[in-house]
């Protein structure tokens, strides 16, 4: 009782004075940012047009959710995860909506309230550190269990050696299994058979020619702050390789080529001290030089790494990396977000998000960067991926999502990396969207854009969502599916075939 007095002047204190917009829930989770109920499966969906026969299997889609209404600060990255699923089979599709059963949700829904401090909405100033100090008083006296976890798991998706994970870079992943009918269940949190002990962050990358999956965890209060690993396609883990850097750096995504992993250590770190100082950990260094490290994917520590400096470049994500060995570089492409920190922390200055093509010399140790568009072209562009069959080799095409007006997403673009053109699919007025997903042909020998591309839109006047299928070669809608739920904008999603389906853990 005398902690939730605490709490409870804690956060009066906290809404005396307005809060920032990047921790203010009536911005952060306004329109259709806002959160939905679970749904259960509905079969026989409506569909405008013909799902085309190759599209055989589910499509999911992390986003955050928070089950509970916030009580005080809360950044739209704090929600509790959930997974909409979209199956195909025999020309029909079916609509599923559930929450991953993270530690945190399955205590605070049975304590009727949230109880685990929001990692971006209120750790910041004294009040944050107030928070961490009831939150562990609580786990001290047994009120709360933070040993199994805090991760809420909204970010992003991957189907690796027969299992569906669910990950946010502040914890294990949590496999999700995908019923029969379409519905979506959680088997727990997946230490891959007791090998992982530490966190992973969300956007691990699967080379198409190995099978192996490749990862990252950083650690924002103790070294080593960056921790490199892999694992088999049979789900057996590499040795931890610890790349030192001098400072916790938020490390969201990374790269892979065919024989190297690249790592980006950007200018947003984090400073806990700040914490003390009334401000936000997560801070934009201005005086730092971002720097990429190239290191061969099966090296056993990092003493061979190649760091090259990459002056004024925040990439949030990478959508691919090839070598180049004719000139010794290892080319990058990433959208460079400015001002780096802007998500995090309010600033005054519109965001830009620029598609760029970012070459690291190894021979020189030199860098150069250019944006791909046209100054004429130029759009944010932000989520999105290129044809995973081709990761870590040299792409053509890239499908992003056109993120603009900033945050919402007016439709997707198909880019061409060698030459800038752009071809553009429009939402329409008042609809809105997410991240494309690329689904390449299974037909052998395809060419690299031969596949559709799948995305979630809302219709903001009607409060109707649906499914677009859109064909990559000619950017035409091939079908919508009609959708008995609103679907809010959300994070990342992946497609796993019918025959990977059927060999589910």
Known sequence: MALDAVERALTAHELRLPLPKTADPGVQIAGN?????????????????KIPESVRGVYVRNGANPLLEPQAGHHFFDGDGMIHAVQFADGA??????????QRLVQERALGRSIFPKAIGELHGHSGIARLMLFYARGLFKLVD?????GVANAGVVYFNNRLLAMSEDDLPYHVSITPAGDLKTVGRYSFDGQLNSTMIAHPKIDPVSGELFALSYDVVQKPYLKYFRFSKNGEKSEDVEIPLSEPTMMHDFAITENYVVVPDQQVVFKLSEMICGGSPVV???EKVCRFGVLDKYSTDSSEMKWVQVPDCFCFHLWNAWEEPETDEIVVIGSCMTPPDSIFNECDEGLKSVLSEIRLNLKTGESTRKPILSESEQVNLEAGMVNRNKLGRKTRFAYLAIAEPWPKVSGFAKVDLFTGEVKKFMYGDDKYGGEPLFL???????????????????DEKACKSELQIVNAVTMELEASVKLPSRVPYGFHGTFIGHKELANQA
């Not at 940012?33 to 047009?49: A, I, M, N, R």
């Not at 599709?93 to 993270?102: D, G, H, I, P, Q």
């Open 440 to 458: 390449p042909s299974d037909y052998p020998n395809s060419v690299e854009d031969d596949g559709y591309i799948l995305a979630f839109s809302h």
């Open 284 to 286: 934009y260094d201005k």
């Open 93 to 102: 599709a079916s609509y599923s909506c559930r929450f991953t059963e993270t």
């Open 146 to 150: 933070h040993g199994q976890g805090s």
């Open 33 to 49: 940012f806002s959160p939905v109920p679970e749904h259960p499966v509905t079969h026989s969906l409506p569909v405008v047009g």
